[in-house]
């Protein structure tokens, strides 16, 4: 009984041992059927170096370190859309977005200029380059002009329309030329036929302010944008056109200063003076002998000329002198141009100093 005892316990021990190796067998197999069918193990096992145990949650408190936001890391994860370029003074990288066409928008025309600092050198026209004037607390935008010929004229025509237009648009189909019109509104509500007919002959519509009134519209930057603006709806609501190129009553020396070329600049305007006068505007009545003497004596030694004259009342005589004009400006070889925001203005000097 003794030794049937003993071989039983010693046949039980095997069985354990043969079950205990059959199992660890199967244990091992299955982890290597799971790995090899790629799916990763539910537990991820603890790195080297991490510390042992449950990682905690954050507690509340200064003291506790917080959780990212979304937010933040979508933040972050913009910098790969972002472009390093040339440092600026301080050092400090300069970046510039990229859309996803990968290309830079670095458009100069779209970037707001910012005021040139005190004692900025005092620049008062524009270079066919499109650099704009300086001076300081400008802030003017780079601009792109279209090249022009060896010898060019734009002839301007200021206040119309009114009962002298007819006349000066026959003129001007006859010759084989176009003119800038710089209108007022008042008077465009008085004339609206002639001023569409204007526009249709192929002249260039410019915007002269809608009332001409100077104690309104030089009280402040703003009040001249303002009343720019109604002539500029009023232009828009008989032609479709929004002009850009404008005409400030009486130019605008005297008128204009820094902050006033801020402001017009700012809507994407372009202000122009002259550099020939008919001098019509002097008088109430000017001779056509007077006019043409003003011109005459004004256009040598000039390849590139913005030609002032007027259409209101009054003003017959500078339709007599127009088609001599014309001429005297064909015999000595200048083209006729109008005007556009890629024609480079003519400025008178003194705004850029107050």
């Excluded at 205990?20 to 096992?45: E, R, Y």
């Excluded at 800038?180 to 915007?207: D, R, S, W």
């Excluded at 479709?240 to 801020?262: A, E, L, W």
């Excluded at 000595?332 to 005007?339: A, N, P, Q, S, T």
Aim: glycine share 8%; net charge negative; aromatic share 8%.
């Amino acid at each position: 009984m003794r030794r049937e005892s003993s071989m039983w316990r010693r046949c039980g021990l095997i069985f354990l041992i043969m079950g205990v190796l059959i199992l660890a067998g199967c244990d091992t197999s299955l982890k290597s059927l799971v790995m090899v069918n790629g799916t990763p193990d539910v537990q991820d096992k603890q790195k080297p170096g991490e510390p042992e145990g449950p990682t905690k949650e954050p507690s509340e408190g200064p003291s506790a370190e917080p959780l990212e936001d979304p937010t933040e890391k979508e933040q972050k994860d913009d910098t790969d859309n972002i472009d390093p370029k040339v440092s600026d003074e301080e050092g400090t990288p300069v970046f510039t977005e990229i859309p996803p066409s990968g290309i830079p928008s670095k458009d100069p025309l779209k970037q707001a200029p910012v005021p040139a600092p005190p004692g900025t050198p005092i620049r008062t026209f524009y270079e066919l380059s499109g650099t704009p004037p300086t001076a300081p607390g400008l802030a003017m935008k780079h601009r792109v002009f279209k090249e022009e010929p060896p010898k060019i004229v734009y002839l301007t025509i200021d206040d119309g329309p009114s009962e002298n237009t007819a006349p000066l648009l026959e003129i001007l189909k006859r010759e084989g030329v176009q003119a800038t019109f710089f209108v007022i509104g008042t008077q465009v509500e008085k004339y609206p036929e002639l001023f569409k007919q204007t526009y249709e002959q192929g002249n260039v519509i410019g915007n002269h302010t809608y009332s001409h009134n100077y104690s309104e519209i030089y009280r402040s930057p703003e009040d001249f944008v303002a009343n720019l603006k109604k002539n500029e709806e009023l232009i828009y609501r008989l032609i479709g056109v929004r002009p850009q190129v404008i005409r400030t009553p009486g130019g605008t020396h005297g008128n204009f200063h820094v902050s006033y070329y801020n402001a017009v600049d700012a809507e994407d305007y372009l202000v122009y003076d002259w550099n020939v006068s008919t001098g019509d505007s002097t008088a109430p009545v000017v001779s056509v002998e007077t006019i043409l003497k003003n011109v005459k004596e004004q256009v040598p030694g000039r390849d590139r000329i913005i030609l002032l004259m007027h259409d209101s009342y009054g003003k017959g005589t500078t339709v007599e002198a127009l088609p001599q004009i014309i001429q005297f400006l064909k015999q000595r070889g200048y083209e006729f141009g109008v005007l556009s925001p890629e024609v480079a203005p003519i400025l008178f000097p003194g705004g850029f100093h107050s």
